[in-house]
């Protein structure tokens, strides 16, 4: 008698034992700032090493008219200070991906047609993609045509800025990574 209850026991168990808990939701994709940090290493050290073509522009410093064509820039608002990155990155992110965006699309503009720009334009790939992972897409905006004498002049400015955006985008993956 004692094998059957043993049996009836061993048939008769799973139906007492709760269900299995539901698998945990897969975390959404996160930021790997150590591959961050290496591009927007990059992306500085390619913009520095660029030659520019028109030796007079070297000596350049254009000062922007409109303040509403300025591209994105990090500013202390977007959050992106060491103590705020620590706890809620968001708002640091999203505006580094609006930067570059804005930068790979002035890159596939008009103003770069007789000056392609391969290795820069795919390391703002590379990055772009790794910060859409987690925040998605921003709307592409097409630039308005320029006149083919301001070419180098508008390539000048958008190499300058898209310097010193580098710049400070690397400092924040830099913190982001050693932070991890």
């Not at 608002?77 to 991906?97: E, F, K, V």
């Not at 965006?101 to 890159?107: E, M």
């Amino acid at each position: 008698m004692a094998p059957l209850r043993r049996l009836l026991l061993c048939l008769c168990l799973p139906l007492l034992l709760p269900p299995p808990a539901a698998p945990a939701p897969a975390a959404g994709p996160r930021t790997d700032w150590v591959a961050c940090r290496s591009l927007s290493r990059e992306l500085s050290r390619l913009v520095a090493t660029l030659k520019e073509p028109h030796r007079v522009l070297e000596e350049t410093q254009l000062s922007e008219e409109d303040p509403k064509n300025w591209p994105p820039r990090i500013r202390c608002s977007d959050a992106c200070d060491p103590s705020t990155l620590d706890t809620n990155n968001t708002r640091c992110l999203q505006r580094i991906l609006q930067g570059l965006q804005h930068y790979r699309d002035l890159l596939g503009s008009d103003i770069f047609t007789a000056r392609r720009l391969p290795r820069l334009e795919a390391t703002l790939d590379q990055l772009l993609g790794l910060v859409q992972q987690e925040h998605g897409r921003p709307p592409r905006h097409s630039l308005a045509p320029s006149e083919t004498w301001a070419h180098p002049l508008l390539q000048h400015l958008a190499l300058q800025r898209l310097q010193s955006f580098a710049a400070i985008m690397s400092r924040v993956f830099t913190h982001s990574a050693s932070a991890r």
